[in-house]
């Protein structure tokens, strides 16, 4: 990992919100009451989205004691408060009483995480939302002002969000796409180190972009992804992206932890977490063999794709903890797998059928393929 990731890994907040669409994930996963969960923690979005489907555990992992501090506060405020409080707080954006709603949910936070939402409590009270808070943030801030400042690029993505239909949305996206990537400045800023750790991208995972994905470098990538992604996907349900561009969700629009007729059942199944911070490496020596029926990497082997070693020290702990014929599921900024050792390659039943296609990668458009297999 390059200074500047490790450097925002240490404490900030990266991620605001998941980059990985769960709807991908709970087709493939097929999560019941039986299912023991192991995952990495990123915004806490995608694991509130599994409760849905009720599992048995869901223990979930992350490095930065910034995002499993999101995750914890989401929880607690499941747990202890209303609909309205949760979508003011993560769908809009905005909490002016933060101050009195962190003495409430005191009791059911660590002392840690309380210390850091007391001293993050402008994240919810300023003019501007939550979601251009955190590095991640920043980025959404930059179109923010962007828009605020060109009139003509602000009604065209003002068309795109309101546009009826998905032929009109990819005809005003490759107009956009000229006003916003074809200058200098957007080609910089997206080959530039600085920007991608902003975004949590590692320069090992840069360097896989190069080596592994079909596009080759980073720009073209990101350009044609979000191509593919407004031709593909409505606005209307592309959460995602709406909340780049809106800088806060609707109603309509937004994960399903965030509507109103899944609280209850969120309400219920939150006890079910177990929030780690740590390596995710720690956390598999630390569990017993056979442990998990169900386990969701995201892009974790991305990070070390060039370290075999690592890699394959990895994988022995993953074929321990694992139940007999688990389910396990990892994207990649790679388009195939051979950057993996042929142990990880070779000893998974991969559902290509399952994953092959853009559409069956999601509404998000950043990973250049989805893994999903039962391991042998």
């Not at 009720?54 to 223990?59: A, G, N």
């Not at 955190?134 to 068309?159: D, W």
Request: aromatic residues 16%; neutral net charge; hydrophobic residues 40%.
């Amino acid at each position: 990992m390059n200074f500047l990731f490790k450097f925002f890994v240490k404490d900030q907040l990266i991620f605001n919100s998941s980059w990985e669409d769960p709807a991908i994930d709970r087709k493939l996963l097929d999560l019941n009451f039986e299912s023991d969960v192991l995952t990495i923690t990123s915004a806490g979005d995608n694991l509130l989205d599994y409760l849905l489907d009720s599992p048995h555990s869901i223990t979930s992992v992350d490095l930065n004691p910034a995002q499993n501090a999101l995750a914890e506060f989401k929880i607690a405020t499941i747990k202890s408060t209303s609909y309205d409080t949760l979508f003011d707080l993560f769908g809009y954006g905005k909490y002016k009483e933060i101050e009195s709603l962190l003495t409430d949910l005191k009791p059911l936070l660590s002392p840690t995480v309380y210390q850091f939402w007391k001293k993050k409590k402008h994240y919810f009270t300023s003019k501007l939302p939550f979601y251009h808070y955190g590095t991640s943030g920043l980025i959404a801030r930059g179109f923010y002002y962007h828009l605020k400042l060109n009139k003509k690029l602000r009604n065209k993505v003002s068309e795109m969000v309101n546009c009826p239909t998905l032929e009109e949305q990819y005809l005003l996206h490759l107009e956009l796409e000229k006003m916003l990537f074809d200058n200098f400045v957007a080609k910089f800023l997206l080959k530039n180190k600085f920007t991608l750790s902003f975004l949590g991208i590692p320069d090992a995972q840069a360097t896989l972009v190069d080596v592994h994905n079909d596009y080759h470098k980073m720009y073209d990538f990101i350009v044609g992804s979000l191509r593919t992604v407004f031709k593909e996907f409505p606005l209307s349900r592309n959460y995602f992206w709406y909340l780049y561009i809106k800088g806060q969700y609707s109603k309509e629009t937004c994960p399903n932890y965030l509507k109103e007729e899944n609280f209850e059942l969120l309400k219920q199944n939150v006890d079910k977490v177990k929030l780690v911070t740590d390596t995710f490496y720690n956390e598999l020596v630390r569990s017993p063999d056979n442990s998990y029926s169900h386990i969701i990497l995201l892009d974790h082997f991305d990070w070390f794709w060039q370290d075999k070693e690592t890699q394959l020290k990895v994988w022995k702990e993953i074929k321990r903890v694992a139940k007999p014929k688990a389910k396990i599921l990892f994207r990649s900024a790679a388009s195939n797998r051979n950057y993996l050792i042929p142990e990880i390659q070779n000893e998974i039943d991969y559902r290509d059928d399952l994953t092959s296609g853009f559409t069956n990668r999601g509404r998000v458009g950043t990973y250049g393929s989805v893994n999903f297999g039962v391991m042998r």
